[in-house]
């Protein structure tokens, strides 16, 4: 994801000797800074760490585990961190909840085309197997994959509500 303004994580961030950085989230830089681009290179203060702005983004999506560390010293849990610092720096609920629905879609995405894949395939070799059903018989093919889909959603959309309704400030107080 490019910055909307200066810089994103580079390698060099996770060094011991590198300064705790931070990257604001474009809301909370518009509401907090009022877009003023001389917010590079200030420094903001997070549960008394002091971080230095190098960046901006349009929505924090996600950042490495090994940076997790560096970013602050809070032992919350990477998935709740991720979330956590999001939302306190910007990013919207709903993006929030976009961002893990997507990427349980992107696994069903994965496991459905692998899956299919491979049912074809050994549809062949078990055709021998079969009496009065067609080897690729279209509507099993087609009502399997759309149940898994309805259970991906749900198996997705759960986990995105309460990552969506994550409360900044009794997630690090409970750390």
Do not use: C
Request: hydrophobic letters at 50%; zero cysteines; charged letters at 15%.
């Amino acid at each position: 994801m490019l910055p909307v303004l200066g810089r994103t994580y580079t390698r060099e961030d996770n060094d011991p000797d590198a300064p705790t950085i931070a990257l604001l989230g474009y809301s909370f830089w518009q509401s907090r800074y009022s877009g003023d681009p001389g917010v590079l290179g200030q420094t903001l203060q997070v549960d008394g760490v002091t971080l230095e702005i190098v960046g901006v983004l349009r929505l924090l999506v996600a950042m490495a585990p090994t940076q997790l560390p560096r970013m602050a010293e809070v032992s919350l849990s990477p998935v709740v961190y991720l979330f956590t610092l999001g939302i306190s720096l910007g990013a919207e609920p709903k993006h929030v909840k976009g961002m893990v629905m997507g990427q349980g879609l992107i696994i069903f995405a994965v496991g459905a085309a692998l899956g299919l894949g491979l049912a074809f395939a050994l549809t062949r070799l078990m055709s021998g197997l079969l009496f009065g059903v067609e080897p690729v018989d279209p509507l099993t093919f087609a009502l399997v994959p759309l149940g898994l889909l309805a259970v991906a959603l749900l198996a997705s959309y759960i986990p995105a509500r309460r990552a969506a309704r994550v409360d900044v400030m009794a997630a690090l107080r409970r750390e």
